[in-house]
T-cell receptor
Framework: GNSVTQMEGPVTLSEEAFLTINCTYTATGYPSLFWYVQYPGEGLQLLLKATKADDKGSNKGFEATYRKETTSFHLEKGSVQVSDSAVYFCALRGRDDKIIFGKGTRLHILP | DSGVTQTPKHLITATGQRVTLRCSPRSGDLSVYWYQQSLDQGLQFLIQYYNGEERAKGNILERFSAQQFPDLHSELNLSSLELGDSALYFC???????????FGNGTRLTVT
């Protein structure tokens, strides 16, 4: 079946550092890919998405590119802020419309 | 605010009991999804409904059941509760296939 694997956290960075959170997937066909963010005490919020190969999703300075050849959708940000501290989830939506999430990566940004 | 409302926010109950979690989707959204979030298992898909009909099933235990009503709100029923059922239960809704999910703030269930 479909699955998502993302790097385990926690990831701790200093403010203004470069961020990469790795995500790879296994799926039949051509899934849609997503990054969601969860702030403390809240539900998940859609951060960005890509629906086909080579698409780049971007939002709030975050970017991720749908790489079919490497089955990856890594999340990047050039300069992180303390307010980016949260848990980040990579997810895919398959042909069956089921959305599968990775286990989440906790990000701590130090001032 | 995602527009998805979940009640109650917190629930504390004893083993063997039964509880009902409620979800009101965003206005106009026909699909409702239920997820269980625990520390060791991450976010596990339980079940999806579309316009009142069950659409997809994930790792949902037989002790758990759900339904979506004609007004599109949904309820997740958990029975014969065990300590291991303690988790955050999220509801999400979407306007339809390939549309993003919008999550509620979850119900934290503690089984003692």
């Amino acid at each position: 079946g479909n699955s998502v694997t993302q790097m385990e956290g926690p990831v701790t960075l200093s403010e203004e550092a470069f961020l990469t959170i790795n995500c790879t997937y296994t799926a039949t066909g051509y899934p849609s890919l997503f990054w969601y963010v969860q702030y403390p005490g809240e539900g998940l919020q859609l951060l960005l998405k890509a629906t086909k190969a080579d698409d780049k999703g971007s939002n709030k300075g975050f970017e991720a590119t749908y790489r079919k050849e490497t089955t990856s959708f890594h999340l990047e940000k050039g300069s992180v802020q303390v307010s980016d501290s949260a848990v980040y989830f990579c997810a895919l939506r398959g042909r069956d419309d089921k959305i599968i999430f990775g286990k989440g990566t906790r990000l701590h940004i130090l001032p | 605010d995602s527009g998805v409302t979940q009640t109650p926010k917190h629930l504390i109950t004893a083993t063997g009991q039964r509880v009902t979690l409620r979800c009101s989707p965003r206005s106009g959204d026909l699909s409702v999804y239920w997820y269980q979030q625990s520390l060791d298992q991450g976010l596990q898909f339980l079940i999806q409904y579309y316009n009142g009909e069950e659409r997809a099933k994930g790792n949902i235990l037989e002790r758990f059941s759900a339904q979506q009503f004609p007004d599109l709100h949904s309820e997740l029923n958990l029975s014969s509760l065990e300590l291991g059922d303690s988790a955050l239960y999220f509801c999400a809704s979407s306007a339809g296939p390939s549309r993003p999910l919008h999550f509620g703030n979850g119900t934290r269930l503690t089984v003692t």
